[in-house]
């Protein structure tokens, strides 16, 4: 079973910076198309930013240009740097790993930005 672990979430004052780290247990990291998607209590589960297997990367309108997605195929990692955080930044972060029909989710990490 393929297990994804997310750290790096805390509590940060806007226009601060966070790096979210996910890693992925298995032999099969480099196939899969990695994503971070974020949860707050008013909202249902968004896209945040995505990474296919080759390194093409796709983000939310919201975060384009202060976030930045990237992946290590030899650590089984993929990251997410978050610059210029705003309130409405605060969610839980997941991390998901897909290939076909397989999904899989991390535990999620809570992201909280506020003065």
């Known amino acids: 079973q393929v297990q994804l672990v997310e750290s790096g979430g805390g509590l940060v004052q806007p226009g601060g910076s966070l790096r979210l780290s996910c890693e992925v247990s298995?032999?099969?990291?480099?196939?899969?198309?990695m994503g971070w998607y974020r949860q707050s209590p008013e909202k249902e589960r968004e896209m945040v930013a995505t990474?296919?297997?080759?390194?093409?990367?796709n983000y939310a309108d919201s975060v384009q240009g202060r976030f930045t997605i990237s992946r290590d195929n030899s650590k089984n990692t993929v990251w997410l740097q978050m610059n210029r955080l705003k309130p409405e930044d605060t969610a839980v972060y997941y991390c998901n790993a897909a290939f076909g029909q397989f999904k899989s989710w991390g535990q999620g990490t809570q992201v909280t930005v506020s003065s």
């Open positions: 298995g032999s099969f990291f480099d196939y899969y198309f």
């Open positions: 990474i296919s297997s080759g390194g093409g990367t």
